[in-house]
């Protein structure tokens, strides 16, 4: 049967924007290990370049682990078709002529049009598009504290217990 309504967010993400919605986090959700599953071999060399490029930034804000394989291939996947589509617009234009004379549209356009509609389901998946980040709070820049002194003053000079 058909889910109605939104998509639900993965809990990861939610507890990377604050949970924002202040509702209950789904305590059963499976928690698979943070890591990231290894790059497929029988990906084009593009989405390889694609899955280093972003793969270990996402392991790290915990949203990519080991049984995403397959959906973060198909992003990685999407975005070498798509640049591709793009580098041959770039190079050889949006439109050619027909041998009857008439101006079409490249097949390239709708392509890449295509794959970027794909890609961006695909981020929205990950939290990968600008609107996501911009509702992410992360302390990853935060150091550890181990001095109690330090707790002690970062906590207001409440001692926790």
């Given at each position: 049967?058909?889910?109605?309504?939104?998509?639900?967010?993965?809990?990861?993400?939610?507890?990377?924007?604050g949970n924002p919605g202040k509702r209950e986090l789904n305590k059963k959700?499976?928690?698979?290990?943070?890591?990231?599953?290894?790059c497929p071999m029988w990906l084009d060399n593009e989405a390889k370049k694609?899955?280093?490029?972003?793969?270990?930034?996402?392991?790290?804000?915990?949203?990519?682990?080991?049984?995403?394989?397959?959906?973060?291939?198909?992003?990685?996947?999407?975005?070498?078709?798509?640049?591709?589509?793009?580098?041959?617009?770039?190079?050889?234009?949006?439109?050619?002529?027909?041998?009857?004379?008439?101006?079409?549209?490249?097949?390239?356009?709708?392509?890449?049009?295509?794959?970027?509609?794909?890609?961006?389901?695909?981020?929205?998946?990950?939290?990968?598009?600008?609107?996501?980040?911009?509702?992410?709070?992360?302390?990853?820049?935060?150091?550890?504290?181990?001095?109690?002194?330090?707790?002690?003053?970062?906590?207001?000079?409440?001692?926790?217990?």
């Open positions: 049967m058909a889910q109605r309504g939104r998509k639900p967010i993965p809990t990861a993400i939610k507890e990377l924007e959700e499976p928690k698979p290990k943070r890591k990231a599953p290894k694609e899955w280093k490029r972003t793969a270990k930034q996402l392991e790290q804000l915990g949203i990519l682990t080991e049984v995403d394989m397959a959906v973060f291939a198909g992003y990685c996947q999407a975005y070498a078709r798509w640049k591709e589509a793009e580098e041959f617009i770039s190079k050889h234009g949006t439109i050619v002529k027909t041998p009857s004379g008439y101006w079409q549209q490249v097949p390239q356009v709708s392509i890449a049009q295509t794959y970027l509609k794909i890609m961006n389901k695909f981020c929205e998946q990950f939290g990968l598009t600008p609107s996501a980040r911009s509702r992410i709070v992360s302390d990853s820049n935060q150091q550890e504290v181990n001095d109690p002194m330090e707790l002690i003053l970062l906590s207001g000079g409440k001692k926790s217990v």
